[in-house]
């Protein structure tokens, strides 16, 4: 079920920035790219999503290719905080997220 | 807006026992859906609603799982006889139609 391909882990240094990348080399037209994050025995957190163009919020910034078959995620300015787990999912409309496996996303002090 | 709510936090139980989880959603989101996770097959969906009605009760692993919705700002899912395999987390969500999908903190559930 798998349509997307991440890293199992990925370290970075805190106060860097933080370039998480998704293959999603399936896309197909009506389908978004969403982000969310999962830290430690919480309930994952929704990030971000785009369809085509490049979006930005308060939390970060998703790049998305003009092909559409990958996607990265920037955490601008990463703190200890963002450790967490981060899942990148294709979706269309109000239907089942598909979680993966996801990036283990380690800051390091 | 105090998020979704889920309770219990942590429930133990024994095995044969019926188990009873609950969900309020966010008010004014029109779905609803319920999560499992565990070490082994990660976050899965069992169940979603739209608008208080069952859509897809696929991921529902048997018989022993049931999920209503009996208005729009309550959910329970159902777990009867429970088993040691069914011990994992339960999470519950709600979103507004496509938006992103809001998690509650999640229900630890061991049974023994």
């Known amino acids: 079920d798998a349509k997307t391909t991440q890293p199992p882990s990925m370290d970075c240094a805190e106060g860097r920035a933080a370039n998480l990348p998704c293959n999603h080399s399936?896309?197909?037209?009506?389908?978004?790219v969403y982000w969310y994050r999962q830290i430690h025995s919480q309930g994952p957190q929704y990030i971000i999503h785009?369809?085509?163009n490049n979006e930005t919020n308060e939390m970060a910034s998703l790049i998305i290719t003009e092909d559409r078959k990958s996607s990265t995620l920037i955490l601008p300015h990463a703190t200890l905080r963002d450790t967490a787990v981060y899942y990148c999912?294709?979706?269309?409309?109000?239907?089942?997220?598909?979680f993966g496996t996801g990036t283990r996303l380690t800051v390091i002090p | 807006d105090a998020g979704v709510i889920q309770s219990p936090r942590h429930e133990v139980t024994e095995m044969g026992q019926e188990v009873t989880l609950r969900c309020k959603p966010i008010s004014g989101h029109d779905y609803l859906f319920w999560y499992r996770q565990t070490m082994m097959r990660g976050l899965e969906l069992l169940i979603y609603f739209n608008n208080n009605v069952p859509i897809d009760d696929s991921g529902m692993p048997e018989d022993r799982f049931s999920a209503k919705m009996p208005n729009a700002s309550f959910s329970t899912l159902k777990i009867q006889p429970s088993e040691p395999r069914d011990s994992a987390v339960y999470f519950c969500?709600?979103?507004?139609?496509?938006?992103?999908?809001?998690f509650g903190s999640g229900t630890r559930l061991t049974v023994v």
């Open positions: 399936t896309i197909s037209g009506n389908e978004y």
């Open positions: 969500a709600s979103s507004f139609y496509d938006y992103g999908y809001t």
């Open positions: 999912i294709l979706k269309t409309g109000a239907n089942n997220l598909f």
């Open positions: 785009g369809l085509k």
